[in-house]
Every structure is written in C-alpha cells, then in structure tokens.
C-alpha cells in the first residue's frame, strides 16, 4: 500500500485530509498532512515533512502539494527521492479521493490515477434555469457560430 503526504499552505493540508477521512475513515494510517505555517524557515517545514515520513513506514509514498514554485512544493522537492516517493502539485480534493481509492497499485499508476482524478474533477456546471421560469428565447447569433 502506498502513502499519501499533503503538503499545502496552513490550513489546507490539514483540512483536505479531513475531507478525505470523511470520505474513506479507514485511510487515516495512509494519509498525513503537513501544514506549512507563515514565517516558519522551510528547513523546519522539511524536518517535520520527513518525521512524518518515516511515522507512516510505508514503502512508497505519493506527495501532493498545492502550487508548484511555493514553500510547500520546495520542501516537498527536497522531500522526494523519485524512486520510492513522487511529487505532484495542484492538488485538490478529486485528485485526492482518487488516489486514495487506487492507494494499493503502483507509485506510477497512483500517480496517472491523481492525474486523471484531478483533471476530470475539474468541470463547469451548466447554468440551469429556475424552478417553474421559463428561459427567455433569445434572438442574437447562435452562440455556436463562431463566424466573425
């Protein structure tokens, strides 16, 4: 079984492990969080991040953190080795039930499951009329037509 390190700015590493153990109680041994705190020096942060590594003694672990560039993702980098821990960033709440549901395949298809987890969680919503309100009909171009 792989594990799943959030690392994210104060307070969402935190909160989207809560989301997650709403979802799937049972993962709390695979999923930890490190919230990374304003005005903490990284090498702090870093020292936290690989305690709670080596708290979850797991064979491979997934980290997933917020932006790339940022605190969380530097320390996460500093984190990783790329052979038995993996770094994505972006990550949102799709992208973690995803993985969490796949934590038992590979590090390398944990990862292609988080991709696709967190691209396809992305959608937009159609606008729907009100209850019992017609749509007015409307008389511009069909909003299809893309002629110019």
Do not use: W
């Not at 979802?23 to 936290?48: C, I, M, R, T, Y």
């Not at 993702?73 to 038995?84: M, P, T, W, Y």
């Amino acid at each position: 079984m792989n594990g799943i390190l959030i690392i994210a700015h104060a307070p969402l590493a935190s909160a989207l492990r809560q989301c997650v153990m709403h979802v799937f109680p049972d993962s709390g041994e695979a999923v930890a969080a490190l919230d990374v705190q304003p005005n903490v020096p990284p090498e702090e942060s870093l020292a936290q991040a690989r305690a709670l590594m080596r708290q979850m003694q797991l064979a491979q672990t997934l980290v997933v953190t917020d932006v790339f560039g940022a605190t969380p993702c530097n320390v996460a980098q500093k984190l990783i080795d790329g052979i038995n821990s993996k770094l994505i960033t972006g990550v949102n709440l799709p992208m973690l039930l995803r993985t969490v549901s796949y934590r038992h395949e590979s590090l390398d298809a944990l990862i292609s499951r988080a991709m696709i987890g967190a691209t396809q969680g992305v959608i937009q919503v159609a606008v729907t009329a009100p209850q019992n309100q017609a749509r007015r009909a409307t008389h511009d171009q069909d909003h299809r037509d893309h002629q110019q």
